[in-house]
């Protein structure tokens, strides 16, 4: 016996409308090769609209981006009928590109799902089976991670990893984390991210005490530096931590990876002093070398919690069987939309499954590529940039000595230009990329590389002003 709910979705007219509606969305994909000017006709309605939406929130949009609803891959059609190569992916989200036919027909499938969202108290068997997928995804390379809580953000992710370590480490109420992190914005993740404008006028929730991140300039004092840090803050406080907060790869801080050896060295004391270690993949997870970046790094038997989202289009927080919390401690209204999981189900299996990851993977392919052409810049244009920074398929580079004005206003040229990147770093002195690495293609790259040539030639030699 099967459920109506199975009946209706083997129904042959179920299928052939999908293959309809994706057939038609493929026809008009056709359409979008190549990035192209806002059309005439649409600019002042267009614009009107960011104005509008600027003062609805309260400020201005960074980019003038309201995109149409469609796309074709690494391309993304905005409103004003402009076509723009999406080279941050709504930072780090559209992994996949945009209108992906195999994210469209998850979709079609959630619609016709009888609720828009999943939550605690009603969920549908997709999320079993997601979890499933994550789990075994996390833990491939020989963690133990035994639970997974779905979430809707990043840093609802974070905050929920957080709330079941204290409650195990309890009365620890310290935590530690790297210099120039990003864990998120609510009012506890805002005391982990290392920034300070974004704390403002906010009290104080959490009590933070900062490691250096590795300084790849200086390899072997660095890490030390780090260590010596470490077991001061250890030793000021004895006993009142009750985790470390690991971001792998820095993310808005600016895209600075780490070496195994770094994490390790500062991962084996926390062991050794009973500190739980939570792992934000939130930026990294599908896109380092490996799923999540502390696979990459062979550092699986620290890992306590690992916490992601983004690319997942799901936030989730993983964890080992002995920080599984006391009933009441977890639960969400909405644990995500149902579109969301069906979509991550999808990405999960094509992240698996679609050789992104190795040495010789997708993912190092591309940053050999990318990086390589923003080498070339370098060198053709001394001086004009710095870099290439990141790793995998996060790349970064420093153009005008690090000058942020400039920064931002070549953000914006290039942009207008047809590519879509955003800055970085503690003082928004890099221009990062988050590759879309389920879409993007080698001819691309070579594109975008051009286009970002010519931008900084143009921006450079146009001053400071
Ligand atoms: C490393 C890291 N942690 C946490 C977050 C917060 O995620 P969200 O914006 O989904 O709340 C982000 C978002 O940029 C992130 O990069």
Redesign the pocket.
């Known amino acids: 016996m099967k459920t109506i709910a199975r009946d209706f979705a083997s129904d042959p007219r179920v299928a052939e409308a999908k293959t309809v509606l994706l057939e038609t969305l493929a026809e008009y994909q056709r359409g979008i090769t190549g990035i192209r000017p806002p059309l005439d006709e649409l600019r002042q309605s267009y614009g009107d609209m960011l104005k509008e939406f600027g003062e609805i929130r309260g400020a201005p949009l960074f980019f003038a981006y309201f995109g149409s609803g469609i796309g074709n891959g690494v391309f993304v059609e905005l409103a004003d009928g402009s076509v723009k190569y999406d080279f941050i992916s709504g930072?780090?989200v559209h992994h996949f590109g945009h209108s992906r036919p195999e994210l469209v027909a998850a979709g079609i499938d959630a619609a016709l799902s009888n609720t828009v969202m999943q939550g605690n108290l009603q969920q549908n068997p997709e999320s079993l089976e997601l979890s499933e997928m994550l789990l075994d995804a996390a833990n491939r390379k020989g963690a133990a991670l035994k639970h997974c809580f779905l979430s809707t953000?990043?840093?609802?992710?974070?905050e929920n990893a957080l709330k079941l370590i204290f409650q195990k480490k309890h009365p620890a109420n310290r935590l530690l984390a790297f210099e120039g992190?990003?864990?998120?914005?609510?009012l506890a993740?805002s005391h982990v991210?290392d920034k300070p404008a974004y704390r403002e006028g906010l009290p104080q929730t959490l009590s933070v005490d900062y490691v250096p991140f590795f300084d790849r300039t200086r390899p072997q004092e660095s890490t030390r530096l780090s260590v010596e840090h470490l077991k001061r803050h250890l030793a000021r406080y004895p006993g009142k931590h009750a985790a470390m907060v690991f971001?792998m790869v820095?993310?808005?801080g600016g895209f600075y990876p780490g070496p195994a050896e770094f994490f390790r060295a500062l991962m084996q004391i926390l062991r050794d002093y009973g500190i739980a270690i939570l792992i934000?993949?939130?930026?990294?997870f599908g896109r380092t070398t490996e799923i999540f970046a502390f696979q990459a790094l062979g550092l699986d038997e620290f890992v306590d919690t690992v916490?992601l989202?983004?690319s997942a289009q799901v936030?989730a927080t993983l964890f080992r069987a002995d920080f599984n919390p006391r009933p009441g401690l977890l639960s969400q209204t909405f644990t995500a939309s149902t579109s969301a999981i069906h979509a991550a189900r999808v990405i999960l299996r094509e992240l698996t499954e679609g050789g992104y990851f190795g040495a010789s993977g997708k993912i190092a392919r591309l940053n050999e590529h990318f990086t390589t052409r923003l080498k070339e810049i370098e060198a053709r244009n001394p001086g004009l940039i710095r870099g290439p920074f990141g790793t995998g398929a996060m790349i970064a580079f420093t153009p005008f000595g690090g000058n942020p004005e400039k920064v931002k206003r070549f953000v914006h040229k290039l942009f207008d230009a047809g590519v879509i990147s955003f800055y970085a770093g503690p003082d928004l002195s890099r221009v990062r990329f988050l590759l879309p690495v389920g879409a993007v293609t080698i001819d691309d790259l070579d594109a975008v590389a051009g286009i970002v040539e010519k931008t900084l030639k143009a921006v450079g030699d146009s001053g400071t002003e």
């Not at 953000?153 to 974070?158: D, E, H, I, L, Q």
């Not at 992190?181 to 609510?186: K, Q, W």
């Not at 934000?280 to 990294?284: A, H, S, V």
């Open positions: 930072i780090g953000s990043g840093a609802m992710a974070n992190c990003f864990a998120g914005r609510t993740l991210t971001e820095l993310g808005e934000d993949e939130i930026q990294t916490t989202g983004k936030c």
